[in-house]
């Protein structure tokens, strides 16, 4: 993720600034409108009109917010693919010719296709990460005000929570660097395959060898690494999802055991 934040910062510093800016806003507005909304059940005598303007103001301002940092992040991630391809092309032509096959067919088609994609595919996660972070600080801002007790104890969940999900993500990060590493020789038996079509035609042991021994294991080797890496990943997502049923549960029947909280505080 840095080295992508690198890389944006380096040919789209503005447009990062601006997304960022704009992902800000979107996160206060999240954050405003809890506070709102707690504010709305914990005091029946303000006045419905002006909550109810002030909770429409929040609902447009988030939409616009969200919707112009997407289309504003569509545009710079098919911006940096383009740059990120151009300049890929342009080193490989000014590469030697031995280094070139060193590195093999198979490897630059994964850097061109594959990369690119997973970049634009990362980018994606910008204005979500900025969006996130801003609620994030605003509610923890908001907590504290409520009841310091309870911003405690929800610091201490956090930082449990974050490692028992950072743990597995970082394991099946690990299984994806090794289904890259795979994919690079699965596109060198495909391009064999291609290639020495004619040869393998003429050639049944040949055939039979590469298909079996050669492009069937490269293939079930990558098939046996997404499966444990996804596997791995979509179990921390799914607990990652338990964390706010076990959030709630710990503010309404842990908490109460070591301090006295309030009813605005709880709703909060």
């Known amino acids: 993720m840095i080295k992508i934040a690198k890389f944006l910062l380096r040919n789209s510093k503005g ?6 800016l704009i992902g800000v806003v979107g996160g206060l507005c999240n954050a405003a409108m809890i506070a709102l909304i707690n504010t709305a059940l914990n005091n029946p005598d303000l006045s419905p009109l002006a909550l109810m303007g002030s909770f429409v103001g929040l609902c447009l301002l988030t939409l616009v917010t969200n919707v112009a940092s997407q289309l504003l992040l569509l545009r710079l991630s098919q911006g940096a693919v383009f740059e990120l391809r151009m300049k890929l092309s342009r080193q490989i032509l000014r590469a030697p010719l031995r280094r070139i096959e060193e590195a ?6 994964t850097a061109l296709t594959g990369d690119a994609n997973t970049l634009s595919q990362s980018l994606f996660c910008v204005p979500i990460i ?29 930082f449990l929570g974050v490692l028992s999900y950072w743990l ?10 090794l289904v890259r590493r795979e994919m690079e020789s699965l596109f060198g038996h495909f391009h064999a395959l291609t290639e020495g079509n004619k040869e393998l035609k003429l050639h049944r042991k040949r055939r039979d060898d590469f298909l079996e021994l050669d492009l069937e294991t490269s293939a ?49």
């Open 130 to 158: 900025c969006v996130n972070l801003a609620t994030l600080v605003a509610c923890l801002i908001y907590i504290n005000w409520l009841s310091k007790p309870l911003l405690l104890g929800l610091l201490v969940f956090m």
């Open 104 to 109: 093999g067919v198979a490897r630059l088609l």
């Open 220 to 268: 079930v080797e990558l098939k046996r690494l997404t499966i444990f890496g996804t596997s791995i990943h979509l179990v921390a997502e799914t607990w990652g999802r338990l964390l706010y049923f076990l959030l709630i549960g710990m503010i309404l029947f842990v908490m109460p055991m070591f301090t006295k909280v309030s009813g605005p505080a709880f709703t909060g």
């Open 15 to 20: 447009s990062v600034v601006l997304i960022t």
């Open 168 to 177: 597995p993500t970082r394991k099946a990060s690990a299984y994806m660097k």
